[in-house]
């Protein structure tokens, strides 16, 4: 099947910037959307934002003007450029894609990586 594996988290002061990465790994036919989601203990996953294969993106409004979604596509792998980091963006961010398995014909599937840990603090 498709691995996620997320990396890139850790502390940061406010104000400071990380950058997430998630690659792909495993049979993989084609990756159509993918995007990045945070988790707060207690509360429901959010988007933050994501991305078209095409490269048309979205964000959730907290995060607009601060983050940054891309993608390389040759590469199976999604980034999440964080700038601006407030203390409310801790959280554990999660990886997701949808993608058609090289294993399975004609269907698609979300996948999810095992998240990381992202925490803005002084």
């Known amino acids: 099947q498709v691995q996620l594996v997320e990396s890139g988290g850790g502390l940061v002061q406010p104000g400071g910037s990380l950058r997430l990465s998630c690659a792909a790994s495993?049979?993989?036919?084609?990756?159509?959307?993918m995007a990045w989601y945070r988790q707060i203990p207690g509360k429901q996953r959010d988007l933050v934002a994501n991305?078209?294969?095409?490269?048309?993106?979205n964000y959730a409004d907290s995060v607009k003007g601060r983050f940054t979604i891309s993608r390389d596509n040759a590469k199976n792998t999604v980034y999440l450029q964080m700038n601006s980091l407030r203390p409310e963006a801790t959280a554990v961010y999660y990886c997701y894609c949808n993608a058609s398995p090289g294993t399975v014909v004609g269907a698609t599937f979300a996948f999810w990586g095992q998240g990381t840990q992202v925490t803005v603090s002084s």
């Open positions: 495993g049979s993989i036919f084609r990756i159509y959307t």
């Open positions: 991305i078209a294969r095409g490269g048309n993106t």
